[in-house]
C-alpha cells in the first residue's frame, strides 16, 4: 500500500481480489448476524453504498475507524482510509467532525498517557 500509494482496503481489492470489509461482512453473515451488523462491517469504507443514508451504527463505525488510524501529522507516509465528507455533509454532520477528532485523539492520549 505504502508503495504505491494506496488506501489499505484498495490494495487489498488488488491483491487478494477483495477487502477485510468483505470478508468480515461475508463470515458475519455465514454466522447469522443481523443484516444491519453485516452493513456496517460491508460499507465502514464507503458508507454511502449501504442502503439507509441516515446515522446510525454505520456512520459511528465509520467515522472512528478513520479516525482511530489517522496518523500524526508527521506522518508523511500515511496511506489509510479517509472521512467520506459528502456522506457526512449529507446527514448534516460535518460540524460534528472536529469534536469527534478532539475526543479521539484524547482517548488515544489517555491510552498512551
Given at each position: 500500500a505504502r508503495r504505491e500509494g494506496l488506501a489499505i482496503s484498495a490494495a487489498e481489492q488488488e491483491i487478494i481480489g477483495a477487502t477485510h470489509a468483505d470478508v468480515g461482512a461475508y463470515l458475519l453473515g455465514l454466522w447469522g448476524l443481523p443484516?444491519?451488523?453485516?452493513?456496517?462491517?460491508?460499507?465502514?469504507?464507503?458508507?454511502?453504498?449501504?442502503?439507509?443514508?441516515?446515522?446510525?451504527?454505520?456512520?459511528?463505525?465509520?467515522?472512528?475507524?478513520?479516525?482511530?488510524?489517522?496518523?500524526?501529522?508527521?506522518?508523511?507516509?500515511?496511506?489509510?482510509?479517509?472521512i467520506d465528507?459528502?456522506?457526512?455533509?449529507?446527514?448534516?454532520?460535518?460540524?460534528r467532525l472536529p469534536v469527534w477528532r478532539d475526543l479521539c485523539i484524547a482517548v488515544k492520549e489517555k491510552r498512551v498517557g
Open positions: 443484516k444491519s451488523t453485516i452493513e456496517v462491517a460491508a460499507f465502514h469504507h464507503a458508507p454511502r453504498r449501504a442502503a439507509e443514508n441516515t446515522f446510525s451504527s454505520l456512520t459511528a463505525v465509520h467515522v472512528a475507524n478513520v479516525l482511530e488510524h489517522e496518523p500524526d501529522e508527521e506522518d508523511e507516509e500515511w496511506v489509510g482510509n479517509s465528507i459528502e456522506y457526512l455533509e449529507e446527514l448534516g454532520l460535518t460540524e
